[in-house]
T-cell receptor, first 116, second 113 residues
Framework: SAVISQKPSRDICQRGTSLTIQCQVD?????MFWYRQQPGQSLTLIAT?????????ESGFVIDKFPISRPNLTFSTLTVSNMSPEDSSIYLC?????????????FGQGTRLTVV | GDSVTQMEGPVTLSEEAFLTINCTYT??????LFWYVQYPGEGLQLLLK?????DKGSNKGFEATYRKETTSFHLEKGSVQVSDSAVYFC????????????FGTGTKLQVIP
């Protein structure tokens, strides 16, 4: 299993500013995943973060808007840049400690972001 | 690419009613299938899973069977409780090393006493 700590749990931000979300895992993992869950919607993968290389972004997401850091095997950050009200969502960090797709993924509690 | 389609919600049931939430998928290869649950105010957690055709996942009275011929993984429970009120997500994952999880849109279940 894995225990994931995400900070902050929630924030209200002014448009045009940036917010950095931190994700700490209690074990070393190769890949960390960042998701967005817009109000009333499902989870959409933003990017996959590998330690020591640039993150891989899904279609519709770009590094300038969502820069990601992965300095070691237990930690990652996601920054939401130049925010607008459309960025109001829950952002979740996820890992799969076994490294296999047929096993459980674990999720942080999420960061509830409101942009005003 | 991979995709998951699940029934629209919200679903409102009386306590002890039978529950079915439909889920179908499109994927290349042989994905693993999951149901995740998100209780109010809590994070996402695994409810059950199945990793190959005809496998049945079960937990807390919920069941789902991996049907390759119909590409389905419907969630069922014989008698729901108020405590089952939550959002349920059907999901799939490549069984190989990439670990990317594709989620359905989620179905909100409300159980009333």
């Amino acid at each position: 299993s894995a225990v994931i700590s995400q900070k902050p749990s929630r924030d209200i931000c002014q448009r045009g500013t940036s917010l950095t979300i931190q994700c700490q895992v209690d074990s070393q993992v190769t890949m960390m995943f960042w998701y967005r869950q817009q109000p009333g919607q499902s989870l959409t993968l933003i990017a996959t973060a590998n330690q020591g290389s640039e993150a891989t972004y899904e279609s519709g997401f770009v590094i300038d808007k969502f820069p990601i850091s992965r300095p070691n095997l237990t930690f990652s950050t996601l920054t939401v840049s130049n925010m607008s009200p459309e960025d109001s969502s829950i952002y979740l960090c996820s890992v799969n400690p076994t490294g296999q797709g047929n096993t459980e993924a674990f999720f942080g509690q999420g960061t509830r972001l409101t942009v005003v | 690419g991979d995709s998951v389609t699940q029934m629209e919600g919200p679903v409102t049931l009386s306590e002890e009613a039978f529950l079915t939430i439909n889920c179908t998928y499109t994927a290349t290869g042989y994905p693993s299938l999951f149901w995740y649950v998100q209780y109010p105010g809590e994070g996402l957690q695994l409810l059950l899973k199945a990793t190959k055709a005809d496998d049945k996942g079960s937990n807390k009275g919920f069941e789902a069977t991996y049907r390759k011929e119909t590409t389905s993984f419907h969630l069922e429970k014989g008698s729901v409780q108020v405590s089952d009120s939550a959002v349920y997500f059907c999901a799939l994952s490549d069984s190989g090393g990439y670990q990317k999880v594709t989620f359905g849109t989620g179905t909100k279940l409300q159980v009333i006493p």
